[in-house]
């Protein structure tokens, strides 16, 4: 039924799995390596066409350049402003919601979660102009506290699918020996199933500041200027009017990817604890 692990097949197998492993992974490192030299390629090798070739010299200059003819340090801080409260205030309703959901037993309880659950199938596509009228209306367009409430809301069922499924695989009697000993409901969250859920708490907050700091869709259509934009849709501006300034934007975007990319490598011990804890229970 699960395929076998590439160890107990046939050594024939395991030469050509040795072989394509290192061949698919320089195919798929392929764009960003790209994008890595034209970062460093002077804009002379562009102007001469050099689009593929070894750099004629390695300008790390564009990098300053990017900081010194351009707002990226707004639009980076644009994106800390969205992604940071969006992951605080998704992770935290979704903690709430998963506990409702995993502990108590009621008539609705299936049906909220699948109406949680069910968000995550619509594509987000056709709520465009649905969703810009609505922070038009409620005058948050253009505004970053928009932008942070409409992916709160968007993410929270991700992250309550997440952290319900989480808080259901806990050993229901220890909050059943809480209830016995006379603890308060909020207190058996926040002193007994909260401590339990850091791991998945490490995960979901990776994986929820990857897709905010990431996207780009959204912060298109509910932002249009550079104090509210963030870091994935300022980079358009880094390209002028009649020149695309390649090398600048490959820069920009190196330095974009950085913050997703630290904080994985910072939180990758707890990321992957939350993934694993309970697959081989």
Not at 64 to 74: D, L, M
Not at 115 to 120: D, K, L, P, T, Y
Not at 122 to 131: C, D, H, R, T
Not at 197 to 222: E, G
Request: include cysteine.
């Amino acid at each position: 039924m699960f395929p076998r692990p590439v160890q107990d097949r046939s050594s024939a197998a395991r030469i050509g799995y040795q072989i394509a492993l290192p061949i698919v992974l320089f195919i798929w490192l392929l764009p960003l390596l790209g994008v890595a030299m034209t970062s460093l390629r002077p804009s002379s090798d562009l102007a001469a066409g050099n689009y593929f070739g070894w750099p004629s010299a390695i300008a790390f200059s564009n990098y300053a350049e990017v900081f010194q003819n351009s707002p990226i340090g707004q639009y980076i801080l644009n994106s800390f402003k969205v992604t940071i409260p969006t992951v605080i205030g998704a992770v935290a309703l979704s903690c709430m919601t998963g506990f409702a959901l995993g502990v108590y037993r009621f008539r609705s309880n299936l049906l909220i979660f699948f109406m949680f659950v069910a968000g995550n199938f619509v594509p987000f596509q056709i709520l465009m102009v649905p969703v810009r009228d609505l922070t038009v209306s409620l005058g948050l367009y253009n505004k970053v506290s928009g932008l942070v409430l409409f992916h709160v809301a968007f993410q929270s069922g991700f992250c309550t699918l997440f952290m319900r499924n989480f808080i259901r695989a806990l050993p229901r009697e220890l909050i059943e020996a809480a209830r016995v000993e006379g603890v308060a409901e909020w207190r058996i969250f926040w002193f007994i199933v909260l401590p339990l859920m850091r791991p998945a708490i490490a995960a979901l907050s990776v994986l929820v500041f990857t897709f905010i700091w990431n996207d780009y869709f959204w912060a298109t259509v509910l932002t249009t200027s550079a104090t509210t934009q963030p870091v994935t849709a300022g980079l358009y501006s880094l390209n002028g009017q009649w020149i695309a300034s390649w090398h600048l934007v490959s820069a920009g975007s190196i330095v974009a990817a950085m913050p997703p990319v630290l904080m994985f490598f910072a939180m990758q011990r707890h990321f992957i604890a939350g993934l694993t804890l309970g697959a081989v229970k």
